[in-house]
């Protein structure tokens, strides 16, 4: 009888469990307008707002880093759900930073949104977006000022 009961419970066992585990989708991201095919594209996704638009110090942040010949579109799988921001840079010369010259950037790079770029990088708010369940798609174009 006991070996019975249990048999029969299993199920509904399982379906809990199934219940309570996380829903995660997948974040998609096109690149568009890279310069070249030089160097890595390094892609961050944040959910936080401190650390935005600098996520790699963001210890939740996900980071993908591709060489740019194959940047055309990446995934970041199994992303919980709620609000989210990318940065995206076009590191050239592979040297891991994001280089500049008087403070301008000497390397690409693409938000989230694509927000109108005029001085300094933009607001979490401004290039924010819901992952839910499924694939989150966003197109980031690249942007180069020098």
Not at 41 to 55: D, R
Not at 75 to 96: C, K, Q
């Amino acid at each position: 009888m006991r070996k019975l009961f249990l048999a029969a419970s299993a199920p509904a066992v399982l379906l809990l469990l199934a219940a309570a585990a996380p829903r995660t989708g997948d974040v998609e991201v096109r690149i568009e307008k890279l310069r070249n095919a030089k160097g890595l594209v390094h892609v961050c996704l944040t959910a936080s707002p401190a650390h935005f638009p600098e996520c790699a110090a963001d210890p939740q942040a996900r980071k993908l880093s591709v060489p740019a010949a194959k940047a055309a579109t990446v995934t970041m799988a199994g992303v919980r759900p709620g609000a989210y921001a990318l940065s995206i840079f076009h590191d050239e010369n592979g040297n891991t930073k994001f280089d500049t010259f008087l403070k301008v950037p000497k390397e690409g790079f693409g938000f989230s949104r694509n927000p109108v770029i005029r001085f300094g990088a933009p607001k979490f708010s401004q290039v924010r977006f819901e992952v839910g369940e499924g694939i989150a798609r966003e197109t980031v174009q690249m942007q180069y000022l020098l």
